[in-house]
């Protein structure tokens, strides 16, 4: 089994920044890729950032220039940092993997999802 486990979400002014962290532990061969997804209220969820097993990035064209997603490899864990955060920023943050299991089986998973709220 796999899990994603998310942190570091919370209310912050505009203008201020956020780090959220995903960790993924279980049975774990290789994480081929880690994403960002949000979801504002009333709206559909959308990729804000990804990396690849290579460090390839790739965000949202929202997002760029103030977002960075990275990753520790020995950790099994990816980062989003966030900064110069606007209101319409606000949404709950999902961490998203594409994961190959000691089996050999390539799964999909979801993290449980962390609210960034961003307000004076």
């Known amino acids: 089994q796999v899990q994603l486990v998310e942190s570091g979400g919370g209310l912050v002014q505009p203008g201020g920044s956020l780090r959220l962290s995903c960790a993924a532990s279980g049975s774990i061969f290789r994480v081929n890729a880690f994403d960002w997804y949000r979801q504002a209220p009333g709206k559909q969820r959308e990729l804000v950032a990804a990396i690849t097993s290579g460090s390839s990035t790739n965000y949202a064209d929202s997002v760029k220039g103030r977002f960075t997603i990275s990753k520790d490899n020995a950790k099994n864990t990816v980062y989003l940092e966030m900064n110069s955060l606007k209101p319409e920023d606000t949404a709950v943050y999902y961490c998203?993997?594409?994961?190959?299991?000691?089996?050999?089986?390539?799964?999909?998973?979801w993290g449980q999802g962390t609210q960034v709220t961003v307000s004076s």
């Open positions: 998203h993997a594409e994961i190959t299991r000691w089996d050999g089986a390539s799964y999909r998973y």
